[in-house]
T-cell receptor, first 115, second 117 residues
């Protein structure tokens, strides 16, 4: 099956700890995205990557970091600098074609709770 | 800058009745428009998109949406709602002319649809 996997599904973190959320895709997509979802606020873009070894900050990048060493993988680290990290985190990907008209494909999400 | 507004936090409809979820957008150029659905604790599922051509777009699960350029709207519709359509619906826009942000989408805040038996 082709798709996007995120792990773990649920993650609990103590204050002051860094945690890393995994996102893997086998769709051969070039671009990948991380979103944060909070009730009533929709999806907010944290970071995105259009090609391997390159990524850009989204609207709410503070307190987060990413890497893109492989096309298939785009892990997100939530650092201790993120003051309110409790949220639902969604990873997405899309193929890079000339028309730029492709939809994004989403993973199942990781729910992060800070204890 | 691009933006999306979904003016209703929640839409309530009886099963079998028509369902409409509203979306308006603002972009500097021409838009690509998308609708997604989300069930509890799940990722987003793609429903349909408007790229060009016919203003009425048909998508998955019997949903359709109408692009209205003069009103900057892209409302989602279903002629006869099912209880299983109860979910969170998101509208998203991509500015075709935004060459520095390839593939990015701007999402609305979402509309919760509740279909009662």
């Amino acid at each position: 099956d082709g798709g996007i996997t995120q792990s773990p599904k649920y993650l609990f973190r103590k204050e002051g700890q860094n945690v890393t959320l995994s996102c893997e895709q086998n769709l051969n997509h070039d671009a990948m995205y991380w979103y944060r979802q909070d009730p009533g606020q929709g999806l907010r873009l944290i970071y995105y990557s259009q090609i391997v070894n390159d990524f850009q900050k989204g609207d709410i990048a503070e307190g987060y970091s990413v890497s893109r060493e492989k096309k298939e993988s785009f892990p997100l680290t939530v650092t201790s600098a993120q003051k309110n990290p409790t949220a639902f985190y969604l990873c997405a990907s899309t193929p890079r074609t000339s028309g730029n008209d492709n939809e994004q494909f989403f993973g199942p999400g990781t729910r992060l709770t800070v204890l | 800058a691009q933006s999306v507004a979904q003016p209703e936090d929640q839409v309530n409809v009886a099963e079998g009745n028509p369902l409409t979820v509203k979306c308006t957008y603002s972009v500097s150029g021409n838009p690509y428009l998308f609708w997604y659905v989300q069930y509890p604790n799940r990722g987003l599922q793609f429903l349909l998109k408007y790229i060009t051509g016919d203003n009425l777009v048909k998508g998955s699960y019997g949903f359709e949406a109408e692009f209205n350029k003069s009103q900057s709207s892209f409302h989602l519709k279903k002629p006869s709602a099912l209880v299983s359509d109860s979910a969170l619906y998101f509208c998203a826009v991509r500015d075709i002319g935004a060459t520095d942000s390839w593939g990015k989408l701007q999402f609305g805040a979402g509309t919760q649809v509740v279909v009662t038996p």
